[in-house]
T-cell receptor, first 112, second 108 residues
Framework: EAGVAQSPRYKIIEKRQSVAFWCNPI?????LYWYQQILGQGPKLLIQ????????DSQLPKDRFSAERLKGVDSTLKIQPAKLEDSAVYLC??????????FGPGTRLTVL | RKEVEQDPGPFNVPEGATVAFNCTYS??????FFWYRQDCRKEPKLLMS???SGNEDGRFTAQLNRASQYISLLIRDSKLSDSATYLC?????????FGAGTRLFVKA
């Protein structure tokens, strides 16, 4: 069974630039999550989708972050404009029920 | 106060040792609890769920104490391959909250 796919794996940008990440969840998983993991910290949930509807985006900095899940499958997370403190690993996860959540390999973002 | 708190460690133990981690949570309405394992520069993976009555999976035992609002993970007969960060997770409603993790190093 294919796992959660994410791209790109690494991204380096200058502050104030824009960046987008893509996630393809495990086939059939209705729930999709985007997490931000800063070095030395646990994953922080940014947004949770149930099919193509948003369940929780309370910790998403909406002035600069946006996410969508068209057709209830793939999802993209965008940052515009990026700040230095956005440097982190962005993890996408999917699940059938609440747990277990299956994580993708993540995108390591460096903002210079 | 953080919603989920863990001792960051690191815990340095020899092979064969028994080691225990605790995790405290602040939301008394939290419904479910889990332990995830994260290897260095890898994604988290579910280790085990935590049930009210306590549960065991091989060398791993998880327990929940709702009165004191903490969960624990006990690892017996530690292996080198147990070296990782162990993340405590609580869910309540639609929210999923990860702790910052406890780092474990098992040495030969």
């Amino acid at each position: 069974e294919a796992g959660v796919a994410q791209s790109p794996r690494y991204k380096i940008i200058e502050k104030r630039q824009s960046v987008a990440f893509w996630c393809n969840p495990i086939s059939g998983h209705a729930t999709l999550y985007w997490y931000q993991q800063i070095l030395g910290q646990g994953p922080k949930l940014l947004i949770q989708f149930q099919n193509n509807g948003v369940v929780d985006d309370s910790q998403l900095p909406k002035d600069r972050f946006s996410a969508e899940r068209l057709k209830g499958v793939d999802s993209t997370l965008k940052i515009q404009p990026a700040k230095l403190e956005d440097s982190a690993v962005y993890l996408c996860a999917s699940s059938l029920d609440r747990h277990p959540q299956y994580f993708g390999p993540g995108t390591r973002l460096t903002v210079l | 106060r953080k919603e989920v708190e863990q001792d960051p460690g690191p815990f340095n133990v020899p092979e064969g040792a028994t080691v225990a981690f605790n995790c405290t949570y602040s939301n008394s309405a939290s419904q479910s609890f889990f332990w995830y394992r994260q290897d260095c520069r890898k994604e988290p993976k579910l280790l085990m769920s935590v049930y009210s009555s306590g549960n065991e999976d091989g060398r791993f035992t998880a327990q929940l104490n709702r009165a004191s609002q903490y969960i624990s993970l006990l690892i017996r007969d530690s292996k080198l391959s147990d070296s990782a960060t162990y993340l405590c997770v609580e869910t309540g409603g639609f929210k999923t909250i990860f702790g910052a993790g406890t780092r474990l190093f098992v040495k030969a």
